[in-house]
């Protein structure tokens, strides 16, 4: 039995097909179907359901699977170890960011880190926040970038910042003239939302939880801020926006922006990464380069935490 073999089979398990992971293991589909085969040989069991379309795990498989998940990770460690104990910072860094965060924070840190750690290859993908979770978990990634607290004890957390919600809103909407917006001056039917799936929508439901959860009321959505912002220009509603989206507006739309009132209600955003991850120095250098931008970008007090998870 060889690490080698272990990594085959969790190829085929993933991806149900052998020629697919063959291509995903850079090798060809006869080797590693040769060297699964040899495997099952040893251990005197069948891994894989052949006849099954897709692939399909045995009884037995799936338990192997989950033992070989833990070898391999374990395996790829020691590589981790070593560098931890050199303090060597460079190698592949594969991130996860959401996609309400990343258009924002990455131009703001992504410069100063290249710079910083010329031997790092950042590997940066937009992921949900469940998809970032599954990532980290199987091992595809080191670190996510996601609205916190998860509340998964396999997953640790790290604060980068607390952004607060900004209300926009029409020179036509009956909040235009108040000077600050409260969370009772919200109305459910007239807010602008993106689409399921973005873990901003579900911290803005949490936030009128009190006022309404009746979703069905809900007729617009998108996957764009910037989509929501020309909809409530053209009178068809307010939106709530993430303070660093808000950076990016032009003067003429600024006026458009409502602060909330004291405690001010905002997301926590987090580096987030599985509780056996060792690449520490890497996540270190990370938070480093995010906390030396984002001290002089926001700078709030007095606010209250809104929860990205389903209630």
Known sequence: MTITQLKYLLAVAEYKNFTLAAEKCFV????????????EEELDVTIFNRKK??????????????????????????????????????????????????PTLLPLFIKNFIKSYPKVHLIIEELTTEEIIKKLKDGHLDVG????????????????YYEPFVGYLSDKHRLFKNKKITV????????????????????????????????????????SFNTL????????????????????LREAERKNLREFEKPIPAREVSIIYHKSQLKLQLI????????????????????????????
Not at 58 to 76: C, H, W
Not at 146 to 159: C, G, M, Q, V, Y
Not at 193 to 221: A, M, P, V, Y
Not at 229 to 238: A, H, N, P, V
């Open 284 to 311: 270190e250098a990370l938070k480093k380069s995010i906390d030396g931008i984002i001290r002089g970008v926001i700078a709030f007090s007095d606010v209250k935490i809104i929860s990205p998870l389903h209630k």
């Open 28 to 39: 060809t589909q006869p080797t590693l179907s040769m060297q699964i085969q040899k495997l």
């Open 229 to 248: 912002i020309k909809l409530s220009k053209e009178g068809l509603g307010m939106t709530l926006l993430p303070y660093l989206q808000t950076l990016d």
């Open 145 to 160: 970038i996601a609205a916190t607290p998860l509340e998964d004890t396999s997953i640790k957390e790290r604060i980068l």
């Open 53 to 102: 379309k897709p692939i399909q795990l045995t009884d037995i498989g799936i338990k192997i699977i989950d033992q070989a998940k833990i070898i391999v990770d374990e395996s790829q460690r020691i590589t981790d170890i070593v560098e931890q104990q050199k303090g060597y910072i460079g190698g592949d860094f594969k991130i996860g960011i959401i996609p309400t965060v990343i």
């Open 184 to 223: 009772n001056d919200l109305d459910l039917e007239d807010i602008l939302l993106l689409e399921d799936g973005h873990c901003f929508k579900d911290s803005i439901l949490n936030l009128c939880k009190s006022l309404k959860t009746n979703e069905q009321d809900f007729t617009l959505t998108s996957g």
